[in-house]
């Protein structure tokens, strides 16, 4: 659905060159910090930037060459988009059954009642959580194969959160074809949302894995010093000082238990992956 090679992008100090791909059926989450490079990389695939370098194909053609037609199987979630706040649901409902051809104005406003949007309110009445749902619900209102959807969860409480991640999840379960690229800064979202994850730290990609593989298999070693030196450091990703001992990232978990059975063995999580790969040091 998404293949970009050698993508490329200058801003001054800031220079992105990322090559990533989204399979068919897959929700795929780009993670990182703030300023990491997630935002420029989303509009970079949408066209919405234009790239200095390397290639975008998205939905099997290159960016550049998507049609209006083409345009009709996307669904977009930007952190700055959205209707005027003077429009009703309704009002928004009216526009969008003249933009998709596959809007189904019914089914829309069906989604806004289940999530307490009211149709007559002017979106400035609307709460920061009504108003990132409605983005949510206007980008897969037209049936769209393919979301992608740039922190839609930023700012949120936690029950704002979960209810756009159901949402989402619903979306992807009425048919196995559709696909999903999703960023956020919010590791927890994506932990339960996503297939695989990139992680991008100063506009290039550290690490591709798969979610399962690093909730089942990624793990944090907590040796002291000097059993560090006594480590077998073939699956060490990544090491940082932790207090009076060190940190050590492998994705060889069971590895390290079978043959280190005093060594204190920490789950790693998608936190604790992104604080490791962007501030440990390479053994």
Excluded: W
């Excluded at 991640?165 to 979306?171: A, E, H, K, T």
């Amino acid at each position: 659905m998404i293949k970009a090679k050698n993508l490329s992008k200058n801003y001054g100090d800031f220079s992105l060159n990322i090559s990533m791909e989204l399979p068919e059926g897959r929700i795929t989450g780009l993670i990182g910090k703030n300023g990491a490079g997630k935002s420029t990389t989303i509009k970079s695939i949408l066209g919405l930037v234009v790239p200095d370098g390397g290639s975008v194909e998205v939905l099997g053609k290159e960016a550049k060459d998507l049609t209006a037609k083409d345009r009709q199987n996307l669904g977009v979630t930007l952190a700055d988009s959205g209707f005027s706040n003077y429009l009703t649901v309704k009002d928004v409902a009216n526009i969008l059954d003249k933009m998709y051809e596959k809007f189904d104005k019914k089914t829309f406003l069906n989604r806004c009642r289940e999530q307490k949007l009211p149709e007559s309110k002017q979106i400035r009445q609307f709460s920061t959580g009504m108003k990132a749902k409605l983005r949510v619900l206007v980008a897969l209102s037209h049936d769209a194969k393919l979301l992608i959807m740039d922190e839609p969860t930023s700012g949120l409480d936690v029950e704002a959160r979960n209810e756009i991640l159901d949402i989402l999840r619903d979306y992807l379960a009425e048919n196995e074809n559709r696909s999903i690229l999703i960023t956020s800064h919010i590791a927890t979202d994506l932990e339960g949302l996503c297939d695989d994850i990139y992680l991008i730290h100063n506009g290039r990609i550290l690490l591709h894995e798969e979610t399962d593989v690093i909730l089942s298999e990624y793990a944090v070693l907590k040796p002291s010093v000097q059993e560090l030196e006594k480590l077998d450091q073939q699956y060490i990703l990544k090491t940082a000082k932790d207090g009076f001992g060190m940190a050590c990232l492998t994705n060889q978990k069971q590895f390290y238990a079978e043959n280190y059975p005093g060594m204190v063995i920490e789950n790693c999580g998608i936190d604790d992956l992104i604080l490791m790969m962007t501030g440990g040091k390479k053994r």
